[in-house]
């Protein structure tokens, strides 16, 4: 179960209201309407809060801004995106 975003471009944003990126739902009061953004820099990808009212998890962490690595889980509001790389 689940949805694949490619981070095929220089970045990708996700929240509630988001337009063209990672769509979370609008029935999740725990994510803002803009939650957050992935940034691919060359051989990582970072993640980063835009100022959310709940913030961002990374394997159960609390974080501001976080490298994100194969296998990483990040929780926006209720939603799960599990880091796969391209092998």
């Known amino acids: 179960k689940g ?4 981070l095929d ?6 929240g509630r209201s988001v337009e063209g990126g990672i769509r979370l ?5 725990t994510a803002s309407g803009e939650h957050a953004v992935f940034v691919n820099v060359g051989d990582h ?12 998890f ?4 609390k974080i501001s801004k976080a490298r994100l690595k194969h296998g990483d889980k990040v929780k926006l509001g209720e939603t799960l ?5 391209n092998q």
């Open 45 to 56: 990808v970072l993640v980063t809060d835009l100022d959310s009212a709940n913030g961002i």
């Open 58 to 61: 990374v394997n159960g962490k």
């Open 25 to 29: 739902p609008t029935k999740d009061k």
């Open 3 to 6: 949805t694949e975003w490619l």
């Open 81 to 85: 995106i599990k880091v796969a790389a």
């Open 9 to 14: 471009t220089a970045s990708l944003k996700a």
